[in-house]
C-alpha cells in the first residue's frame, strides 16, 4: 500500500503558517515571557559575532599588524589584558542570557503544552459517540501524549530557536562584511544554496515524520486493544498470534522513524560537509591574500572562526527546523481532532424541564418516541425504523427482542448519546434537543449491564463529582441495600479503588450504579440488563431495592430473561429497529407472535 502524504492529498489542508497561527493565542498567554525571550536575541547575536573579531584583534595585535585603532595607542600587555576581558566578558555574557532565555522559552513550550491537552481532553470529552465508534483508543492517546510533546516544542524549541539561529547569522554576516567583504561574499555564497538544500530535506523529513506518527497511532492502538482485551488473549491462547501482529506493526513504525532518521541525518552530514569545504575556501583565498600582504593574518583567523560560527546557527537552524517540522505535524494531527464537529450540543436557549414539571404538579416522566429513524452510519442501514410509542409517567415499561433489535440503541438516542436521523423524543412534552443535555441526563437515571469504577475511593464512584453530604451517600447506599456490602470493605466509604474496579467483583461495581442512581433522584429509571451481573442470592436481595427505587418513577427495563419482566405495565417487543408487539405479558402470549415465541423458547431451556 502506497503512502500518500497528507501535503498531497486532495483535500485542502492549512498552509504551515496557518497552522502556526494556531498556537499564537496560546503563545499569547505567556507573551511577557516571549518578549523577554525576543529582546535577548540581540545581545545574544552581538555577543556571539564579536567574539571572532577579538580573536583576530589579538592575533593582529601579537603579530604587529593594523588593528582597530584604540589598540594603536596601547602596549602590547595592556591591549591584549583589554582584549582577554572583552572577549571573557562577552563570553559570560552570552552563557548568561542563553541560560536566561532557555528558561523563558522552555516555560513558554510547557505552558502551551498544559493549555492545549487541557482544551484537547474538554474536546475529546465532549465529542459524539459515533465518533468514539470509528476511532481507536490509542490514536487518541497518542494525540493527548506524544503529539502534544512535540507541539510544545514548534514555540520553546522550533520557533523562537530558528528566530535566534536568523539573528546570529544575520549579526555574523554584518560583521564579516564590515571585517573584509570578499571572504564575506564567499561564505555567503555558500550560505544560500545549502539553505535550499535543507529546505528540501526538512520538507522530506515532514512527510516522512507524519507517517511515522500515524504508525506510532497504529501501533498504540493495538496495544491498547490487548491490554484491555488481555483475558480474551491468554484464555484463547493468543498471545504467540498477537505478539506476530504486534510484531508486524512495530515493524512498519520502525521502518517510518528510519525515514525521519534518514533525512535529518541527511541535513547534518551535508551542513558538514559543506562547513568543511567553506573553511578549506577561506583558508584558499586568505592564505593567498595573506601572502600578498593584502589581508591580515589575524583578520584570517576571525573569518576561520566566522566560518565555524556562521555555520553553527544553521546546523542549528536545521535541527530546529526539524523538530518545527515535527511540531507541524502534530499541530495538523491534533488539528483534526480540534475541528471535528461536536454534533450535539446545546441550544442557545434550552427549555427547563424542572419548570415544566411544577406546572404538572409533579406528574414528570412521560417520554414518547414520534417517528424516530435512526443510523448509525449515514449510508447505514436503519437501526431503528418508525419508531412510535408513549410511555406515561410512572409507567414500567420493558423492552424485548433478539439480539441487534435496537433496545440499546433506543436507550442511547433517549439519553442523546446519539442524534436521531429523522423524527423526534419528547421528554415531558419537550424535545431532548430542546434540553440542555446536564438537566436531560440529571432527569434519567441510567444503569448499564456493566458498572463501570474510576480509579479513586467508594464515595467519589457514587458522587462522580458532585457534591453530596457523607449522609445522603449513605442514605442512598441504605435505600439500594448496597450499605452492608460498603461497610465491609476494609475502609468503608473510604476504601480505595483501583482502576476500573480492579479490587471488586462484577455484582459489586453494579451495587455502586445502584448508589449512583438512588442519590441523584432521577424521575426516569433506565435499566439495561442491570441485575445481570448479580447472583441469584445478591439478585433477590437487590430486587427489594429496585422495587423501591422505581416507584412513583417511569422505568425502561431491557431484560433477556424474560420472566423477570412479567409484572411490568406494558412490554415492547423490537424486531429490527420496528416496534411490532406491545401489551402486558398475558395479551402477548395470547398473540402467540414473537414475544411468545422468545417466551416459550426460554422456558423450555429453563
Known amino acids: 500500500m502506497t503512502f500518500v502524504s497528507p501535503l498531497s492529498k486532495k483535500r485542502n489542508r492549512e498552509n504551515d503558517w496557518r497552522l502556526f497561527l494556531r498556537l499564537v493565542p496560546y503563545a499569547r498567554r505567556r507573551q511577557r515571557l516571549l518578549w523577554v525571550s525576543a529582546i535577548l536575541l540581540v545581545p545574544l547575536a552581538i555577543a556571539g559575532a564579536i567574539q571572532p573579531i577579538l580573536v583576530g584583534q589579538a592575533i593582529s595585535l601579537i603579530r604587529g599588524e593594523d588593528v582597530i585603532f584604540f589598540l594603536k595607542e596601547m602596549t602590547l600587555s595592556a591591549g ?4 582577554t576581558g572583552l572577549l571573557l566578558a562577552a563570553m559570560v555574557v552570552r552563557s548568561v542570557l542563553e541560560s536566561v532565555q532557555g528558561f523563558a522559552i522552555q516555560k513558554v513550550g510547557q505552558g502551551i503544552t498544559y493549555d492545549i491537552r487541557n482544551d484537547l481532553f474538554e474536546k475529546v470529552t465532549a465529542l459524539p459517540m459515533q465518533f468514539f465508534d470509528r476511532t481507536p483508543v490509542g490514536k487518541l492517546i497518542t494525540r493527548l501524549t506524544s503529539d502534544i510533546d512535540a507541539l510544545g516544542d514548534v514555540f520553546s524549541t522550533g520557533a523562537i530557536g530558528i528566530l535566534s539561529d536568523s539573528v546570529s547569522i544575520i549579526a555574523l554576516t554584518i560583521a ?13 555564497g555558500m550560505l544560500i544554496p545549502i539553505s535550499f538544500v535543507v529546505v528540501y530535506f526538512q520538507r522530506q523529513y515532514r512527510v516522512a515524520n507524519y507517517r511515522a506518527r500515524e504508525e506510532l497511532s497504529r501501533l498504540n492502538a493495538g496495544l491498547q486493544e490487548n491490554i484491555t482485551g488481555i483475558n480474551v488473549v491468554q484464555i484463547f491462547r493468543r498471545e504467540r498470534f498477537n505478539a506476530r501482529l504486534f510484531r508486524q506493526i512495530n515493524e512498519k513504525f520502525i521502518k517510518a522513524i528510519d525515514a525521519t532518521i534518514f533525512h535529518d541525518a541527511a541535513v547534518s552530514s551535508t551542513l558538514e560537509w559543506i562547513s568543511l569545504v567553506a573553511i578549506g575556501g577561506i583558508l584558499w583565498l586568505g592564505g593567498l591574500r595573506v601572502m600578498q600582504d593584502s589581508l591580515s ?5 576571525s573569518f576561520i572562526l566566522f566560518s565555524q560560527r556562521l ?7 536545521a535541527e ?7 511540531g507541524f505535524t502534530a499541530i495538523e494531527r491534533i488539528a483534526e481532532l480540534m475541528d471535528e464537529p461536536i454534533e450535539i450540543r446545546d441550544p442557545r436557549s434550552p427549555l427547563s ?11 414528570a416522566g412521560e417520554i414518547r418516541f414520534e417517528n424516530v429513524w435512526f443510523a448509525y452510519k449515514k449510508d447505514d442501514d436503519y437501526a431503528i425504523r418508525d419508531l412510535n410509542f408513549t410511555i406515561q409517567p410512572g409507567e414500567k415499561i420493558a423492552l424485548v427482542g433478539p439480539t441487534g433489535a435496537g433496545k440499546s440503541t433506543v436507550i442511547r438516542l433517549l439519553c442523546r448519546l446519539y442524534e436521531t436521523t429523522k423524527g423526534r423524543i419528547l421528554v415531558d412534552g419537550i424535545d431532548v434537543r430542546d434540553l440542555a443535555q446536564g438537566e436531560l441526563r440529571q432527569h434519567l437515571g441510567v444503569i448499564l449491564q456493566d458498572g463501570f469504577v474510576f ?23 441504605r435505600e439500594t441495600n448496597v450499605d452492608r456490602f460498603i461497610e465491609s470493605l476494609p475502609q468503608s466509604y473510604d476504601t480505595p479503588l483501583r482502576e476500573r474496579g480492579t479490587n471488586l467483583s462484577g455484582g459489586q461495581k453494579q451495587l455502586l450504579a445502584f448508589a449512583r442512581c438512588a442519590i441523584r433522584d432521577p424521575k426516569v429509571m433506565v435499566l439495561d440488563e442491570a441485575t445481570a451481573s448479580l447472583d441469584v442470592g445478591t439478585e433477590a436481595f437487590v430486587q427489594e431495592a429496585l422495587d423501591r427505587l422505581l416507584a412513583n418513577r417511569t422505568a425502561i427495563i431491557i431484560a433477556h430473561r424474560l420472566s423477570t419482566i412479567r409484572n411490568v405495565d406494558r412490554i415492547f417487543v423490537l424486531q429490527q429497529g420496528q416496534l411490532i408487539e406491545a401489551g402486558n405479558h398475558e395479551e402477548l402470549l395470547r398473540k402467540d407472535g414473537l414475544y411468545a415465541s422468545l417466551y416459550r423458547l426460554q422456558m423450555l431451556g429453563s
Request: hydrophobic share 45%; proline share 1%.
Open 353 to 363: 424541564l424542572k419548570e415544566k414539571q411544577q406546572a404538572q404538579q409533579g406528574h
Open 80 to 83: 591584549l589584558n583589554l582584549l
Open 455 to 477: 480509579a479513586g475511593d467508594v464515595k467519589s464512584n457514587i458522587t462522580l463529582g458532585e457534591t453530596y453530604s457523607l449522609e445522603k451517600i449513605q442514605t442512598a447506599a
Open 176 to 188: 564579516m562584511f564590515t571585517v573584509q567583504w570578499q571572504l564575506a561574499l564567499l561564505l555567503l
Open 320 to 326: 530546529k527546523f526539524t523538530t518545527l517540522q515535527a
Open 311 to 317: 555555520f553553527n546557527p544553521l546546523r542549528q537552524f
Open 297 to 301: 593574518f589575524g583578520t584570517l583567523a
